[in-house]
């Protein structure tokens, strides 16, 4: 870490200077980080999965001084980077890559360490910029969340300190897998540990998806994934001879012997019996799946946090609320707008957008996140979706919808959904299947038949279509997978939105290929 460090200073870099990286999670990713901050310098990570204009935009926004890059397929592309500055490969050894000439290799780059170079503490104070993270709203184009040494430091502390006490005195184990830039690992669940008074194993997985093969060897004893990661337990869960004997169990002894069985056999074959706590965030849960496996004994604690804020409530164990996202950490203060709008005023909230003066999302000094909200009497959050994507149907009802698409997505054989009717007169879906799993329309009429019975009246399903095609075939970057781009798949389904309004009839069921553009 200190040879990274002072390779950086021989190359120029300085307090203040910005340093971009973009690559697979892997030790030297953390590497690379922690030492541009022992040079008080900025980071400024993006998306592997980023496109090469986009990279060149964010290179040009931020005057980054040095570019880390490891990742195979972006070095396919070097020679569209519009930079002059120094590029350095962090890929790893396993990947044979042949890199341009004009790219310093990590060996190549670890040499240019002056031995003589004595690096004095980090130069920095709480207040200063630490690092520059980009986050993809779902319009617009993305906006450089500008956070200072302080927000991350109360960030990693207050996580640590939500932990048990037996957690957090006795030897840790975490796996990083999801992408670095992204706040929720980068930084909650990348620092928070090292504020655990004991000794850590950490873990980095760069193809997240083996993820369930390295669980079960890594086995960590904190644990935060994103819902489609429980969704997908659940779902091989539900497959098993076993699993769906005690779905449809009606005996209560039966089900109780199958329960206590499963319980066990869920948490060793996923690798997370040794956790003392399972965290989900980043994206909307489904509060039917979270009591699915709640009754099996699992608890799930729901946390809440944004790249300008990367974490403001969680909810703690034995104080688990389904529903919440728990109670907002020490220090922070929340309130609804008159809007229905969560605003929020902490030690965690971001300075500002970079270059972004007119469009800060500030109101008198609080934060205002774009999501809808309400605080239980007991003080516990409830997210009820965003301000923009809340349908208002023809007869002026509001619909928050974010929590009922998580709840189709849960559906056994549903990858993806939204929910429409904005102007209409009642809300209908857009389902995409797998179609690889056989007729699927009874099972899924029969999963929306329940859903509409724990719905009020407005916000039930009444038409739906179900779609076979991928509906996100060229992922623009890695959050489409930790978040549903809606604006893209409504602008997809134009076509089809229309035809489900002008139909004469509620309730149907088309399966329609859209691959074929019909």
Not at 57 to 77: C, D, M, N, S, Y
Not at 481 to 499: A, F, H, S
Request: aromatic share 8%; hydrophobic share 40%.
């Amino acid at each position: 870490m200190i040879s990274v460090a002072t390779a950086m200073k021989t190359m120029g870099i300085r307090k203040g200077d910005v340093v971009a990286v973009v690559g697979f999670n892997n030790l030297r990713y953390l590497i690379i980080d922690v030492a541009i901050g022992l040079l008080g310098a900025v980071s400024s990570p993006f998306y592997y999965t980023s496109p090469i204009s986009e990279i060149n935009r964010f290179l040009a926004e931020t005057k980054a001084k040095l570019l880390f890059v490891g990742t195979p397929k972006i070095f396919q592309e070097t020679d569209k980077i519009e930079t002059d500055i120094p590029i350095i490969s962090f890929c790893s050894q396993s990947s044979n890559l042949q890199i341009p000439n004009w790219v310093l290799s990590w060996s190549d780059f670890l040499h240019q360490a002056n031995n003589n170079s004595v690096l004095s503490f980090a130069p920095v104070e709480f207040s200063d910029l630490a690092t520059i993270r980009y986050t993809y709203g779902s319009t617009g184009e993305p906006k450089g969340a500008c956070l200072d040494h302080g927000n991350i430091r109360f960030v990693a502390e207050a996580l640590a300190s939500n932990f048990p006490w037996k957690t957090r005195t006795t030897k840790a184990a975490c796996l990083s897998f999801l992408p670095l830039n992204h706040v929720a690992e980068g930084i909650t669940a990348t620092y928070s540990p090292y504020f655990v008074p004991a000794a850590l194993d950490i873990y980095y997985l760069e193809d997240f998806h083996d993820l369930p093969d390295a669980l079960p060897k890594a086995k960590p004893t904190v644990f935060f994934a994103i819902p489609r990661f429980y969704e997908k337990l659940w779902e091989n869960l539900s497959l098993t001879p076993l699993g769906q004997q005690y779905i449809h169990a009606n005996n209560s002894i039966k089900k109780q012997l199958l329960r206590e069985i499963l319980h066990f056999s869920v948490l060793r074959k996923s690798g997370l019996n040794k956790c003392t706590q399972l965290i989900v965030g980043a994206a909307c849960t489904s509060e039917t799946l979270l009591k699915d496996f709640q009754n099996l004994g699992i608890e799930i604690h729901n946390a809440y946090g944004l790249s300008e804020a990367p974490l403001v409530a969680m909810n703690q164990l034995e104080k688990n609320i389904i529903g919440t996202v728990g109670t907002p950490l020490l220090n922070t203060e929340l309130r609804i707008d008159l809007n229905g709008e969560i605003l929020i005023r902490g030690p965690q909230v971001m300075r500002g957008y970079l270059n972004q003066e007119e469009v800060q999302p500030f109101k008198n000094g609080w934060l205002s996140t774009g999501d809808v909200g309400e605080i239980t009497p007991e003080g516990y959050l409830k997210i009820l979706g965003r301000k923009k994507n809340l349908i208002i149907t023809s007869y002026g009802k509001k619909i928050p919808i974010e929590q009922i698409e998580a709840s189709l997505k849960t559906i056994e054989t549903v990858k993806e959904a939204v929910v429409i009717g904005n102007n209409q007169p009642y809300c209908s879906a857009i389902l995409w299947i797998d179609e690889q799993k056989g007729n699927q329309k009874a099972q899924i009429e029969k999963a929306i038949g329940k859903l509409n019975k724990e719905l009020e009246h407005p916000a039930q399903i009444k038409g739906y279509v179900l779609l076979t095609n991928d509906p996100f075939p060229e992922q623009k970057n890695a959050e489409t997978q930790l978040k549903t781009k809606r604006q893209d798949l409504l602008k997809q389904t134009e076509k089809i939105i229309e035809v489900i309004y002008n139909s004469a009839k509620s309730n149907t069921i088309t399966v329609y290929d859209q691959s074929n553009n019909s």
